[in-house]
């Protein structure tokens, strides 16, 4: 039988406070409990040594070795540690003596079957600034060779037509282990009593290699413990200040949460599916997630290069007419040249709405009107390209208009310096001009994106703060939860598009051919 994909399936009590002032070493467990899950902890460091089943006293481990060491900014430190002991929670700050006495504060909670890791507060220093943050071999969650069913299944990402990037293992006393920590998407494990899956908002400055692409979200690390082998898996880094942000600029603390379960579906066995489904408990879910399966119906009025075919109005007869066949059918409508004087024109001027197709008093009307025939009205953008004509256009915010060059159908466009346009200011502003002017859009459609870690989260954060949904055209950079709410594009293809042109912060598109002959500097050829 063909096992179901991985990736498709994720889709206080109160009491008395003890201060603890103890140091990292030494290693003292005590239990904090939900009505369903007790979990043993490091009241010395934030460390799980295990959790039990209240129902069923059945066990999952976390760490038996004494952690004692945070890495910042690549650097391992140990800190002086003191805690508070509450029934349901350990609080613990973390102060770094050997690196400017930076302070962190950190949390690890239980709730129903959820433990979560949080970091509260980072109190730093521009002369010793904490811009990332890890906790080596942390095991948030581990099963034992010695436990009945213990396995592994874990995925990184995949966007070819073919192949998988989910693996399946089981873990046993001959298991190979891991020099190192192995990165990846997700990860569940599970013994055949109960499963476990793990989640955080960890992801990278720069990502390359095996942490690019969303791969560096979990650590696995297998490890020879004498008598068994052991399998932990823990939040991968965390991101705090991104290479040239300012001190201020920051990106959101520190989290990691992880979820335990039973038999989730009921089919009398415990395996990955249960971790899987338990999953979607401690997921971020994506805005707008609860209408993608209400709108079956998906289509794309094209303009393109002054023409008009499908003016605003026009469009909103067509929804009404698609209404009207389908009894009121959920669509999704996606303006493809709804900007300028059609498709691919004056990017990435966001609020520059074509005249021809009706201008934004029109594109109002259609947006407001859409409702009442239960359609949500989006626009394709992109932030990949900026062209001449465009009035946000600057050649301070490409990154070398003399050698990288986009695309060039209708005017030789240049590629702009994502982390630049973020940083700034000029992206969001843009966006925010565009969410005036056009105040109850529903979605953006994003072109051509090839950021990844920061970058994409910066953008991603930007869009929903405006309160819009975004879906895009390659899958690879965006595929988080509570990020991206659809994907569209041939993946595969793409990927062999991308092979070989790499660019700062992102691959992009490969040179094109120089068709064109007018090779004058932008400022001398705006119209």
């Not at 003596?97 to 509260?120: H, P, Q």
């Amino acid at each position: 039988m063909r096992r179901p994909a991985l990736l498709a399936v994720l889709s206080l009590c109160s009491a008395g406070l003890t201060a603890i002032p103890l140091t990292a070493s030494a290693g003292t467990l005590t239990t904090i409990s939900s009505s369903a899950l007790q979990v043993s902890v490091d009241s010395a460091f934030p460390r799980v040594a295990s959790y039990t089943d209240v129902a069923g006293g059945s066990v999952l481990y976390g760490d038996e070795d004494t952690l004692s060491q945070v890495v910042l900014n690549g650097t391992t430190y140990t800190p002086t540690v003191t805690s508070t002991v509450a029934s349901d929670h350990v609080d613990y700050t973390m102060t770094f003596g050997s690196y400017g006495d930076v302070a962190i504060d950190a949390t690890l909670s239980v709730a129903g079957m959820v433990l979560g890791f949080e970091v509260t507060r980072i109190a730093d220093t521009t002369a010793n600034p904490a811009n990332s943050l890890s906790i080596p071999g942390h095991n948030l969650v581990s099963i034992r060779s010695s436990q009945s069913g213990a396995a592994l299944a874990w995925a990184k990402m995949n966007t070819a037509t073919t192949g998988t990037g989910d693996t399946f293992s089981t873990l046993t006393s001959t298991t190979q282990t891991d020099a190192s920590p192995v990165s990846s998407m997700y990860a569940i494990v599970n013994t055949s009593q109960l499963a476990a899956s793990v989640t955080s908002n960890s992801y990278y400055d720069s990502p390359s290699g095996a942490t690019a692409t969303e791969n560096g979200r979990v650590k696995k690390q297998t490890v020879d413990k004498g008598t068994y082998r052991r399998l932990g898996i823990w939040s991968g880094d965390w991101l705090r200040r991104a290479s040239g942000a300012s001190f201020s600029d920051t990106e959101p603390l520190p989290w990691a949460k992880v979820v335990v379960t039973g038999d989730r579906n009921a089919d009398s066995t415990v395996d990955w599916q249960d971790g899987a489904i338990a999953y979607r408990d401690i997921m971020t879910s994506p805005q707008g997630w609860e209408k993608v399966a209400t709108r079956p119906v998906m289509r794309i009025p094209f303009n393109f290069a002054s023409q008009a075919t499908h003016p605003f109005l026009q469009t909103l007869d067509e929804t009404k007419k698609i209404a009207l066949n389908t009894d009121g059918l959920g669509q999704f409508v996606l303006l493809k040249g709804y900007g300028s004087e059609g498709h691919d024109s004056a990017h990435p001027d966001y609020a520059l709405v074509g005249q021809r197709q009706g201008g934004t008093a029109e594109l109002n009307t259609l947006v407001d009107a859409a409702g009442n025939y239960n359609a949500d009205i989006g626009v394709h953008i992109q932030d990949t390209e900026e062209y001449p004509v465009a009035k946000s256009f600057s050649e301070s915010l490409a990154n070398n208009v003399q050698t990288d060059l986009g695309w060039d159908w209708l005017d030789q466009s240049y590629h702009i310096n994502y982390r630049k346009d973020g940083q700034q200011g000029t992206r969001l502003a843009r966006l925010q001009a565009f969410k005036d002017a056009v105040p109850n859009l529903n979605f953006l459609y994003i072109d051509t994106w090839y950021g990844d870690g920061y970058t994409t989260q910066k953008f991603a954060r930007e869009m929903n703060g405006a309160g819009l949904r975004h879906r895009h055209r390659v899958p690879g950079q965006v595929r988080r939860p509570g990020r991206v709410d659809a994907l569209g594009e041939r993946p595969q293809l793409r990927r062999q598009q991308l092979q070989g042109h790499q660019q700062p912060d992102r691959p992009v598109h490969p040179q094109p051919p120089a068709r064109r002959l007018d090779r004058r500097p932008p400022a001398a050829r705006r119209r």
